[in-house]
Each structure stands twice: as structure tokens, then as C-alpha cells.
């Protein structure tokens, strides 16, 4: 069974910067990924996806502020995450898109002052 794994989530201040990871215990050639969010009292949803050649898609709210990438070999997906604003505090997951397995445990974004 697969298994993800996120890190770098944390608290950081309105206009601060994180970079999440994602590692996935098995492969990711010819799989389209993503990142998805879940605020308290939200539905979990997309934030960003990677197609297997590379081109991306985000949420609106976050166009021009996050980026995902990918490194097949290394099994990994990433999310920039830039300007981030207190809107954008959630639990982060990677994930397959669409998503069809098991979720890992998340990654916690917190931004406030």
C-alpha cells in the first residue's frame, strides 16, 4: 500500500514563506499529484496539481503565490508557499489527483501574527 508522508508545515507570520514535501512510498511516474488543504470546519480541497509532464493548476486564491513541483525519482512532491496569508492556515495532503488512495497524516500550515 502506498504511503505519504508530508513535512514542513508550521507557524509562520502573514507574508512568510514554507516549503511542504511529500514523499511517496512508491512510485509517481506517470501519476498526476497534488496538494490539497482542509481548514477547521472546511472541506478538504485542491490547492494545487502536477500533470506527469509538469504543468500545473491552483487554486485561485493562491495563483501567483504557490507552486508545486515534482521529482519522480525521488518519489517527492513539493508546495512553495509564498505571501501566505492567515486564509491559507489548514492541514496540508498530498495525494494522487484524482485522489483514489489513503490519506497521510498532513502537514499543519498555521499563519498569524
Known amino acids: 500500500q502506498v504511503q505519504l508522508v508530508e513535512s514542513g508545515g508550521g507557524l509562520v507570520q502573514p507574508g512568510g514563506s514554507l516549503r511542504l514535501s511529500c514523499t511517496v512510498s512508491g512510485t509517481i511516474f506517470g501519476i498526476y499529484m497534488a496538494w490539497y488543504r482542509q481548514a477547521p470546519g472546511k472541506q478538504r480541497e485542491l490547492v494545487a496539481r502536477?500533470?506527469?509532464?509538469?504543468?500545473?493548476s491552483y487554486l485561485d486564491s493562491v495563483k501567483g503565490r504557490f507552486t508545486i513541483s515534482r521529482h519522480n525519482v525521488k518519489g517527492a512532491v513539493y508546495l512553495q508557499m509564498d505571501s501566505l496569508k492567515p486564509e491559507d492556515t489548514a492541514v496540508y495532503y498530498c495525494?494522487?489527483?484524482?485522489?483514489?488512495?489513503?490519506w497521510g497524516q498532513g502537514t499543519q500550515v498555521t499563519v498569524s501574527s
Open positions: 495525494n494522487n489527483y484524482p485522489s483514489t488512495g489513503a
Open positions: 502536477i500533470t506527469t509532464d509538469g504543468s500545473t
